[in-house]
């Protein structure tokens, strides 16, 4: 099963900035940290993922913890769009060959209030 | 470039037909999986296939499905006799390879009668 914690749901404010938490106390040294989104009626969208340093892309940045043992998805400036279920997912780097599919936990339910 | 294409997007079957799910992966990604989501559920992995391999079919049940990818072609979830707890989303993803992010599809609904 999903080794991360994530809370069950957050609200936000249009155009203002959400903080994602994922607590992940039992990664390992070779596990990607990747983040997946799920708008309503539609199929999960990458968003973004990490190993050690903090990322940024097009869509929002992820702060990973010095230990590891937790990270951040940023939005800069929430939409209406960005309401959905975040799901953060670890990832193996040595997948050993049959290893490639995702464990998906409950998310956080994003709820973004004009 | 076109993203991960399913078909039908909706599928009605009553108890004990067969339904049919097809998948064409994004161009140039060869690596395929199949989730199913229940309602109010997160997505969990049925199967994994790499062109004419399975590589993983340890989320998929014994009886009754059967998942296909190949050389021609796009990927099938084969479901018979079904059964009102079949009735799900089902998803497909594809990859370049299996470090690389998977991309979704919209699923196919599943509605058992």
């Known amino acids: 099963d999903a080794k991360t914690t994530q809370p069950n749901s957050m609200e936000s404010n249009e155009e203002e900035p959400v903080h994602l938490p994922c607590n992940h106390s039992?990664?390992?040294?070779?596990?990607?940290i990747h983040w997946y989104r799920q708008l309503p009626s539609q199929g999960p969208e990458y968003v973004i993922h990490?190993?050690?340093s903090n990322v940024n892309n097009r869509m929002a940045s992820l702060a990973i913890a010095e230990d590891r043992k937790s990270s951040t998805l940023i939005l800069h400036r929430a939409t209406l769009r960005d309401a959905a279920v975040y799901y953060c997912i670890l990832r193996d780097l040595n997948y050993g060959g049959s290893q490639g599919n995702l464990i998906f936990g409950k998310g956080t339910k994003l709820s973004v209030k004009p | 470039n076109a993203g991960v294409m399913q078909n039908p997007r909706h599928l009605v079957r009553r108890r004990g037909q067969e339904a049919r799910l097809r998948c064409s992966p994004m161009k140039g990604h060869s690596h395929v999986y199949w989730y199913r989501q229940l309602p109010e559920e997160g997505l969990k992995f049925m199967v994994y296939l790499q062109k004419e391999n399975i590589i993983d079919e340890s989320g998929m049940p014994k009886e009754r499905f059967s998942a296909e990818f190949p050389k021609e072609g796009p990927s099938i979830l084969r479901i018979q006799q079904v059964v009102r707890g079949d009735s799900a989303a089902y998803f497909c993803?594809?990859?370049?390879?299996?470090?690389?992010?998977?991309?979704f599809g919209d699923g196919t609904r599943l509605s058992i009668l």
């Open positions: 993803a594809s990859s370049k390879d299996q470090l690389q992010p998977q991309h």
């Open positions: 990490g190993l050690t």
């Open positions: 039992t990664i390992s040294g070779t596990d990607y």
